[in-house]
Antibody
Framework: EVHLVESGGGLVKPGGSLRLSCETS????????MTWVRQAPGKGLEWVGR??????????DYAAPVKGRFIISGDDSKNTLYLQMNNLKTEDTARYYC??????????WGQGTLVTVSS | QSALTQPPSASGSPGQSVTISCTGT?????????VSWYQQHLGKAPKVMIY???KRPSGVPDRFSGSKSGNTASLTVSGLQAEDEADYYC?????????FGGGTKLTVL
């Protein structure tokens, strides 16, 4: 059974940085495509970005609002996905979910971790 | 990439059918057969109900079905049950990115 557990959320000031982690189990992480999706309080889902496995080049793609500020990476030895968030803005306040990904859809979801950007 | 367009709300009585639409462009829904639908109950993580336009993951009741015509995708829930009351989001591949709809709140009357 696939398990995804996000952590690292919290309160951060505008302009600050935060790194989220997503510990995974139940599948072969080093062969998996992974994504981050966020949801602002009371709002809809928003795709953040995705990571290809190293076996397929390891490249990343990002949504326009976070490109240049967020970095997605993975540690195959720890089966863990990361989201490094820099220069945070108030509009980045959201619950952040990590998901497995295949054929254009998000398969399994974690429970998310809440990030609040406020002064 | 603009969000896909969904009606903010939909409703139906138990046993009835309801269809939720999702409109995009030729750059997302119209260009790829990678439309998915997600169900989200209050305070819970989303769950995929439909992928690749019309396929159901194991465990999803066959009351849920999906289709697509041109730039518009649809989710139909037949034989509505109380537990179907939730938010539903469509999603489409858009060439190295994904785009979600704004969500539809489904109420079972």
């Amino acid at each position: 059974e696939v398990h995804l557990v996000e952590s690292g959320g919290g309160l951060v000031k505008p302009g600050g940085s935060l790194r989220l982690s997503c510990e995974t189990s139940g599948f072969t992480f080093n062969k998996a495509w992974m994504t981050w999706v966020r949801q602002a309080p009371g709002k809809g889902l928003e795709w953040v970005g995705r990571l290809r496995p190293k076996t397929e080049g390891g490249a990343t793609d990002y949504a326009a609002p976070v490109k240049g500020r967020f970095i997605i990476s993975g540690d195959d030895s720890k089966n863990t996905l990361y989201l490094q968030m820099n220069n945070l803005k108030t509009e980045d306040t959201a619950r952040y979910y990590c998901t497995t990904y295949n054929s254009g859809y998000c398969i399994d979801w974690g429970q998310g971790t809440l990030v609040t950007v406020s002064s | 990439q603009s969000a896909l367009t969904q009606p903010p709300s939909a409703s139906g009585s138990p046993g009835q059918s309801v269809t939720i639409s999702c409109t995009g462009t030729r750059n997302d829904i119209g260009g790829y057969n990678f439309v998915s639908w997600y169900q989200q109950h209050l305070g819970k993580a989303p769950k995929v109900m439909i992928y690749e336009v019309s396929k159901r993951p194991s465990g999803v009741p066959d009351r849920f079905s999906g289709s697509k015509s041109g730039n518009t995708a649809s989710l139909t829930v037949s034989g509505l049950q109380a537990e179907d009351e939730a938010d539903y989001y469509c999603c489409s591949y858009a060439g190295n990115s994904l785009v979600f709809g704004g969500g539809t709140k489904l109420t079972v009357l």
